[in-house]
């Protein structure tokens, strides 16, 4: 895990975008980790995406209440995505 500032990010951005592809870099401002770059492969933007959306965390955790739980991989089987 690389912690680096603002700052330093900012003037060596491709630096610490080849840094990402071994480990996350935690980006602060102020000394504080306001956030941070991850690597991604093309293939796995979709569920990037779909992982982060509030709309998608909500439906995911009312099928879990209701059926005990599914895996993205099996939303997707049943959904034909």
Known sequence: MKVAPMGEVR???GKYLMACEDEPV?????GKIT????????SGIEDFLLERDARFRRML????REKGGMSLKQYRKARGI
């Open 11 to 13: 003037n060596h951005f």
């Open 61 to 64: 955790d009312r099928t879990k």
């Open 26 to 30: 935690f980006v602060t401002k102020n």
């Open 35 to 42: 956030a941070v770059i991850e690597h991604i492969e093309d």
